[in-house]
């Protein structure tokens, strides 16, 4: 063979912890026994339980977090990773304060969502897909969010904030770093 | 049962199939090529790769004839203009990501897509928007991941949730953002790299055979896996003397394993070139002294007469004859012959893990194959762990109950991974599995087994009752926790539970070996000695030994020293071992790469080894060693040094082999069974109340555990072969996940050698 491998080094000491799982407060427990009283497929309330578990630890699903739903859904942790990934409002990376998702289907890119992803990263100094340093925004391209009509548009946790122009940007960003946008939080 | 008989029509021309016929097998069945990447026999349906298009009268739009299943009257057209422009436009779709890098890519030269792509294919590409870019990674020390050349077929992803039940492979993402991968990005699973095996393209590739050769320089050779005792048919890429890799794919091999293999099947074949291969005999011409290279006809000579004085001095009870299950019929039958009739000894036997001798003498039920055990309707499952001793056997336990809906009774002292699958599962107090048997075998008897067990006796009734009623095929398999009288009773269970109209008893014993069933066939484990005992023996009344192979660790704990009793010691092995530590003299013995032979799996075929690179450095077949050694000391073995010529004496000598011929075992998909005598009704009486008094001997203290035990907890143990391959090392310290996944973490992360010495035998 080609590759050598010589055996010498002992190993990193962690070699791998097991997941923990995340706890909740009795009130977040309710809300979630709610959801899933509603279903008669338990796995059926991923979805809901997935915008608990990320409000409540911190923006994104952690693995923690994704170690507490497969537990409380009974399925796997392969099934929530398939999930978490598919949707775009699910995060499974660390985002800011503020996740401005700029939609960049059809309607809005015509009416120039590429200028207002383009103003954003000049902005704020990062690209799609990307979060400051100082973890207050997140900047990132979305498909389709319905609002055609008014495009371009971008959500902000979720809210909708539409007829996009790059002076309506700059006021919305400076909405966010003075704290006045609170209900855009997350 | 023959299935109602339809009509259907295919490109004008009518046909005769069995109602519920899937349309994809039966027009490429009649000989009109479909082309698809996602449909997979046995499989999930997928219908994502749209390439199987067909024309139906009377249906809508073009249909996937993956997904439709023959009615009456259908017809159907395959080949026209109008399929040929959809199966094109998908083609070009697939492409639209595909990087085209065929020149680079492992996968190149087998690849599916590249011959899709052959006849399906447009000249120029149309598309100029940017692909999607991935670099390539790591997604374990084995498995290497290509995410942009994927084209979705969800090939892996059924495969690791349907056949190892393991679900660790998913594609995550959305629409061409797509990717095949795992939560972490780290893969945690048996790392059976059956994913690899089924893709159709270069995405998922071997990380131990990556950029070392391509596909056409290799010769391949039909063989038998020589790991566990499930006997899969597998194909040996060597070029050049080396063994590059090892395949199931069944464009080249088609046996009883179809494209299954387990992660030492496919990735612990790097032992075969390993540098510590033994070169040259060995000779200690001084006890204590070292083992000095010689010549072959040398280290005979020497051999030969050193045997021929301990044979003179003490007689031919004094040498000991140890063969092994690793090795061939072959070289276990000559080494039989030379006890017999050079020697003149009972006391040979083979290193076997434990013995199914009692089995066999009580056989009352034919041997259930693993196609048996797919169709089955009740498995019962008594010890053993076949997910990680028999990894071809778990699997088709677990489509049996996915796909076959069969019910699987487990009974064990750990909760295994097969538990999720089972109906019932009966955690028993360890030690304690042939008070099952017990109480399986005897219903009076079901209280103080239920007491022993620490399960409820309500429980045990429900298995007996299952058996009782079940309909179809019940098979009953069994690992080595059980002892003698609970494998004979097990072996007549058939005629406890009596005829039943619809329902027949089939037996599947869980051997840890390759050959383990070849050695019992053969009778070298009816010897007078067990392995035990023949190492107890030794210096006592053994004052010689010829010992194929090594003695498993189990057996020499506590026995550390006994081989060094002996007045001489012939080893022939692969590698130095403990065994070879006290040698006399050792001879290189070649691997299952270099040998002709057969092996004999668990199902009772008796399957062929092929001799794929010539024998490494100065090495020779055991047999071979054998029949040079007998020569030397005034018998003719008449082998003419020819394995066909071997394995037709044996087939005229043992019974169940009688009319075996290498030309009749040629073809690997239609595998032959040993004829294993089936005894009829015994009289067990005697060994039910041996088996009573045993189990009412059994002590209620026993602490039984509720940690299913981890993947790869006996697979990645680093025995003789597998401490070869420097990726086991890795699993074995429990797969660490490396600071970058883009370079092979054999380059970042470095083992402590101490753990080698933990490796543990057994299934190795």
Request: charged residues 25%; hydrophobic residues 40%.
């Amino acid at each position: 063979m080609s590759q050598q491998f010589l055996p010498d080094n002992p190993l990193p000491q962690e070699v791998r912890v097991p997941d923990e799982m995340a706890v909740f407060s009795p009130e977040v427990e309710a809300e979630i026994d709610r959801h899933l009283a509603k279903y008669p497929l338990k796995r059926s309330a991923i979805l809901p339980l997935m915008f608990i578990v990320q409000r409540e630890r911190a923006g994104f699903l952690d693995p923690p977090g994704v170690a507490y739903l497969a537990n409380r859904l009974g399925v796997r942790i392969m099934d929530i990773w398939e999930v978490a990934t598919f949707y775009s409002m699910i995060n499974t990376e660390p985002v800011g304060m503020y996740h401005l998702q700029i939609c960049r289907t059809l309607s809005c890119k015509i009416l120039g969502a590429g200028t207002i992803t383009e103003h954003c990263t000049r902005r704020l100094g990062i690209k799609p897909g990307e979060t400051t340093p100082d973890k207050i925004f997140s900047l990132s391209e979305v498909e389709c969010l319905g609002s055609c009509g008014t495009a371009p548009m971008m959500q902000i946790g979720f809210d909708y904030y539409e007829n996009l122009t790059t002076g309506k940007v700059d006021e919305l960003i400076e909405k966010c770093r003075s704290g006045e946008l609170s209900n855009g939080v997350r | 049962m023959p299935a109602e008989l339809i009509k259907v029509t295919i490109n004008g021309q009518e046909f005769e199939t069995d109602k519920g016929a899937r349309l994809i097998d039966v027009c490429r069945e009649k000989g009109f090529a479909i082309p698809s990447f996602c449909y997979y026999a046995d499989l999930a349906l997928q219908a994502s790769c749209r390439m199987c298009l067909v024309r139906i009268e009377k249906m809508p739009k073009l249909q996937t004839s993956c997904t439709i299943t023959c009615t009456d009257g259908m017809i159907v057209t395959t080949e026209s203009e109008e399929i040929e422009k959809a199966q094109r436009g998908m083609v070009e779709f697939l492409l639209a990501n595909h990087p085209l890098d065929c020149p680079v890519c492992d996968r190149g030269g087998e690849c599916e897509l590249q011959e899709m792509v052959f006849d399906w294919g447009g000249l120029e590409e149309r598309f100029t928007e940017k692909k999607n870019y991935a670099p390539e990674k790591f997604l374990s020390p084995i498995v290497a991941n290509d995410p942009q050349r994927c084209i979705l077929c969800k090939r892996c992803t059924r495969v690791c949730d349907e056949w190892m039940g393991e679900d660790a492979i998913e594609a995550g993402g959305r629409g061409s953002h797509t990717v095949i991968g795992t939560y972490g990005g780290w893969l945690n699973c048996s790392q059976c790299g059956n994913c690899i095996e089924v893709c159709p393209t270069g995405t998922l590739l071997d990380a131990t055979y990556r950029h070392q050769t391509r596909p056409w320089e290799l010769s391949r050779t039909i063989s038998t896996c020589t790991f566990c005792s499930d006997g899969c048919q597998l194909s040996v890429g060597s070029r050049g003397g080396e063994v590059m890799r090892v395949v199931a794919r069944d464009r080249y091999v088609n046996g009883l394993n179809g494209e299954f293999l387990c992660i030492k099947g496919r990735f612990a074949h790097p032992f075969v070139n390993h540098e510590e291969r033994l070169r040259t005999p060995l000779i200690r011409y001084k006890k204590g002294g070292k083992l000095i290279p010689a010549t072959w006809d040398e280290a005979i000579r020497y051999t030969a007469a050193k045997l021929r004085a301990v044979l003179d001095a003490h007689g031919g009870e004094s040498v000991g004859v140890v063969g092994s299950p690793r090795l061939t019929n072959e070289a276990n039958y000559a080494l039989l012959k030379f006890a017999r009739e050079v020697v003149g000894t009972n006391n040979y036997t083979a290193t076997e893990a434990f013995s199914l001798v009692p089995f066999f003498e009580n056989l009352g039920a034919p041997l259930a194959t693993h196609k048996d055990i797919r169709h089955a309707k009740t498995i019962l499952l008594i010890g053993g762990e076949p997910e990680e001793l028999q990894p071809l056997t778990g699997r088709q336990i677990r489509q049996a109950v996915r796909n076959g809906g069969a019910k699987l009774v487990i009974i064990n002292s750990v909760p295994i991974r097969l538990k999720h699958a089972a109906s019932q599962f009966i955690q028993i107090r360890p030690g304690t599995e042939d008070a099952a048997v017990l109480a399986l075998a005897s219903k009076d008897d079901a209280g103080v087994a239920a007491r022993k067990l620490n399960v409820e006796a309500g429980a045990l009734e429900q298995v007996r009752q299952h058996l009782n009623d079940a309909q179809g095929d019940v098979i009953v398999m069994f690992g080595g926790e059980l002892g003698a009288e609970a494998q004979s009773l097990l072996a007549q269970l058939s005629f406890t539970f009596g005829e039943k109209e619809g329902r027949r008893f089939l037996l599947h014993p869980l051997p840890l070996f390759n050959n383990s069933l070849g050695v019992h066939d053969l009778g070298l484990m009816g010897g007078a000695l067990n392995p035990l005992e023949i190492l107890d023996a030794a210096g006592a009344q053994l004052r010689a030994m010829y010992v194929a192979g090594s003695f498993l660790r189990t057996h020499l704990e506590g026995r550390e020293d006994a081989l060094s009793k002996l007045d001489f010691l012939v080893v022939q092995e692969l590698f130095q071992t403990a065994t070879t530590e006290h040698a006399d003299v050792v001879f290189p013995a070649a691997s299952f790469a270099e040998v002709d032979g057969t092996y004999t799996n668990n199902d009772g075929f008796v399957q062929r080894v092929r001799q794929s690179i010539p024998p490494i450095h100065q090495s020779k077949p055991d047999w071979m060693i054998t029949a040079m050694l007998a020569d030397a000391l005034g018998t003719d073995f008449g082998f003419q040094m020819s394995s066909s010529a071997v394995f037709l004496e044996l087939a005229k000598q043992i019974p169940a082999y009688e009319g075996l011929r290498y030309p009749l075992l040629k073809d690997e998909s239609n595998p032959v069974q040993a004829r294993h005598a089936l005894v009829g009704q015994r009289d067990v009486s005697a060994q039910l109340v041996e088996l009573r008094s045993l189990v009412e001997g059994i002590e209620e203290t026993g602490e039984t555990t509720t940690q299913t035990p981890p993947v790869g907890h006996e697979l990645f143990k680093l025995g003789t072969l597998t401490s070869k391959v420097p990726q086991f090392h890795l699993l074995a310290a429990g797969n660490p996940e490396p600071e970058s996944v883009l370079i092979s973490p054999l380059y970042q992360i470095t083992i402590d050698p101490a753990l080698r010495d933990e490796a543990a035998v057994a299934g190795d």
